[in-house]
């Protein structure tokens, strides 16, 4: 008998730990914000071509190796993918405002709109030869209490993939031809690559 009330009792303690971890996941503030920059070896005109088609970012930023496809315009506002894959959840990537070859601006939805991101890339001369590339993303995890603990970390986590993907970017930037628009194509499953 006393090791049932024990029981009750420990179990009652644990039930409100877990509820005072819900209020305070809902607590939490949903929204965050990121921002990385890197200065790269080539013009803006050479690197625009990659941001502003959702067909070239497959080439530089994390994406599902199946269930995506691309709509809209190959590149510039409207330019998009949808995805629906086992680890990156259901979710649309869409370019919403372009201004060549300095400025890109884009919104993500997964799962329904329950997470929103928008983002914008900014393409800045140094000089002749090289350009300063800053990437920054705003997100809302909305009223999921256990997402209120993750977007406390974002700062870190998704700074790092923006970090990443610009490195990827600039290696593709500065180790190939460069890129016009109408060359980019299907990439291949698999390759380097949102958010």
């Not at 983002?119 to 809302?140: A, C, K, M, N, Y």
């Amino acid at each position: 008998m006393k090791g049932i009330r024990v029981a009750g009792i420990i179990l009652g303690v644990m039930a409100l730990l877990l509820i005072g971890l819900l209020v305070l996941g809902f607590l939490l503030p949903s929204g965050w914000s990121v921002e990385r920059s890197t200065t790269m070896e080539a013009q803006a005109e050479e690197i625009f071509p990659l941001i502003s088609s959702a067909r070239a970012w497959t080439l530089w930023t994390p994406s599902p190796d199946t269930g995506f496809e691309y709509f809209g315009p190959q590149d510039g506002e409207g330019s998009g993918r949808n995805w629906d894959d086992e680890l990156y959840g259901e979710g649309t990537f869409v370019i919403t405002a372009v201004d060549p070859p300095q400025e890109l601006r884009y919104e993500v939805e997964v799962e329904g709109g329950s997470i929103r991101i928008t983002g914008h890339i900014t393409l800045d001369p140094v000089d002749e030869q090289r350009t300063r590339v800053t990437w920054s993303e705003d997100g809302d995890f909305g009223w999921n209490p256990l997402l209120g603990y993750l977007a406390r970390r974002m700062e870190d986590l998704q700074g790092s993939q923006l970090e990443q993907s610009l490195e990827a970017l600039d290696r593709l930037v500065t180790e190939s031809e460069p890129l016009e628009t109408d060359e980019v194509g299907e990439p291949p499953t698999g390759s380097p690559g949102s958010s």
